[in-house]
Nanobody, 120 residues
Framework: QVQLVESGGGSVQAGGSLTLSCVASGYIASRYCMGWFRQAPGREREGVARIASDQSTSYTNSVKGRFTISKDNAKNTLYLHMNSLKPEDTAMYYC??????????????WGQGTQVTVSS
């Protein structure tokens, strides 16, 4: 059974940094596409960053240059390094995974989420 467990969320001031982690079990992370989504109150869920099995990455425009997604295949763990955080980054962040890259569809597996709050 596939499980994703996020950690690392918290409260920081604007300009600060956080690193989110997502530990995967039940499958081999190196073979899956994995990514991060976020959802703020009253807003739609949005994709933040994605890393494919070939390590290629993509980011939503609002986080380019500030966030970095990475994956440690030996630890079956996905990371999101977030720098220069802004209040608008405040949201619940979710880890997601799928055997194939997702385009205009929802990834198959999801974590429970970790809250990130950025104060001005």
């Amino acid at each position: 059974q596939v499980q994703l467990v996020e950690s690392g969320g918290g409260s920081v001031q604007a300009g600060g940094s956080l690193t989110l982690s997502c530990v995967a079990s039940g499958y081999i992370a190196s073979r899956y596409c994995m990514g991060w989504f976020r959802q703020a109150p009253g807003r739609e869920r949005e994709g933040v960053a994605r890393i494919a099995s070939d390590q290629s990455t993509s980011y939503t425009n609002s986080v380019k240059g500030r966030f970095t997604i990475s994956k440690d295949n030996a630890k079956n763990t996905l990371y999101l390094h977030m720098n220069s955080l802004k209040p608008e980054d405040t949201a619940m962040y979710y880890c997601a995974a799928d055997p194939l890259p997702w385009v205009n569809r929802t990834p198959r597996y999801w974590g429970q989420g970790t809250q990130v709050t950025v104060s001005s």
